[in-house]
């Protein structure tokens, strides 16, 4: 089950409910016509009671429908709604829309019973104040929920839209090591930028295809690219988020040290990010390898073999090597990128779980 944020849909406040409710009432009383009074007022009333619990209780009933169930949400998902507004908050609130929608039936089949079992004008219409007022009552109740369903939507429609079922490879490393345009390389489409509602920071993901399989990029600035201590308690819950979603994790170095960052620095987070992802498979890639001296033995090869390549299939395109024996890759001249992308593909089809429903890969075709 893929949760989409970005559907969410506007919810309403208390008093905006209850105006929606009367007033729905009110035009469906006006169109009673009995030449008889005592008939005619106790439809009227019958109906404001009955329509306005009807369109309040709809109302809270189809927002707690079309809020993503926690039950049925992905692991991942449920682990940013904790970080950004708490299951249990989250929980509650919609099981208080649920509550509220209830007691509003239940006091418009009690005060209509009134109405219809009464011959006197003025029982039926103290029967009709009740219900208003009883069902005023509720939505102030409610109206909390409502008010925290609005703003905690605000925050939600942030949250990146990532699909399990597809591979993903985290990117992580030190600031201006060339994260964003590794991900922008492998990409087919434009990267999307969505931000963290509770950091300042960003969240980039891009997507490449390879035999019709979506595969995820996820870029995530500020959450691992700094030593622990410097990290807040909601952004190490975000962290815990992120290694429900991995398939792989690429950990990008520059070897040059242009981005500022020592190698020694680099190196020890790579340590804290392997303790902070242990059950992810961590790739490491030196990044610029276009500014090295001498380029990498292989360049020249690689460089023909991915310009031969016509996309079809998966050839055995040797990775980009540096002195040490690292991958490596040029985002600037687009050296090492397509053979590293064959080497994800790979690697993400090994860590993949099987799934014994799943039909067989090719199954579709006939030649």
Known sequence: MKVIWRELSTVLTEDEVLDKGFSRAKKSAEKVDDPVKVFRVRKQLTRMVQTSSDVMSQYLEDTEKSWPSLDRMPTFDKAMVDACVGCDDYRHHLSMLG???KQMRKIAKQNVAKITRSARLEVMHDARKEAYGRLSSIMSRVGNSLEWLHQ???????LPEID????TIVVCGAPNVGKSAFISSLSSGKMEVNHYPFTTKQLHVGHFEHRRLQHQMVDTPGLLD??????????LQAIAAIQHIGSLCIFLMDITEDCGTSLEEQHNLLDEVKELLPDIDIMIVVSKADLMEPRPENWDEVTHLE???????EPMIPVLLDEEGCVTISSIEDVGVTALRLEIVRRCKENMSTDPLLLPEGWHRRD
């Open 99 to 101: 509550w509220g929608a």
């Open 307 to 313: 310009k031969e390549w016509d996309g079809e299939g």
């Open 226 to 235: 700094r030593p622990m201590d410097n990290r807040n308690a909601i952004e």
């Open 164 to 167: 399990q079922a597809n591979p």
């Open 152 to 158: 905690s939507r605000q925050t939600l429609r942030r």
